[in-house]
């Protein structure tokens, strides 16, 4: 998978992305599932790489924060201080539906 397949199956998906930035790319407006947030909206940043495949690092960035700092494995993100640093894995088979399934997956859990 590279950055662009994943970049396009959003878009083809339907979600709106900000793409101002070169190191993340910003997916805006999730609609949380479930959870404790469900039916609430947070934008998600991805660090971006020019990697071929590209490997997605083990981090999800949202905004607003989902949990207390500190707790669930989450930190200050690099993104600024109303984002919010997850630290998750992800174990799949590298695919553009694959990846998007744990974003859901991990907003979801919170």
């Known amino acids: 998978m590279r950055m662009h397949d994943f970049e396009a199956h959003l878009v083809r998906a339907g979600f709106d992305l900000d793409q101002s930035r070169a190191d993340f790319m910003i997916i805006k407006g999730i609609r949380i599932a479930t959870g404790t947030h469900a039916g609430k909206t947070c934008d998600v940043g991805i660090r971006r790489s020019s990697g071929n495949p590209w490997v997605p690092e083990n981090a999800v960035h949202v905004r607003p924060h989902l949990v207390a700092m500190g707790q669930r494995s989450s930190q200050q993100s690099p993104l600024g201080a109303d984002w919010q640093y997850l ?5 799949r088979p590298p695919s553009p539906k694959n990846f ?3 974003i859901l997956t991990v907003v979801g859990e919170l």
């Not at 630290?87 to 174990?91: E, I």
């Open 87 to 91: 630290s998750r894995r992800f174990d």
């Open 100 to 102: 998007l399934a744990h």
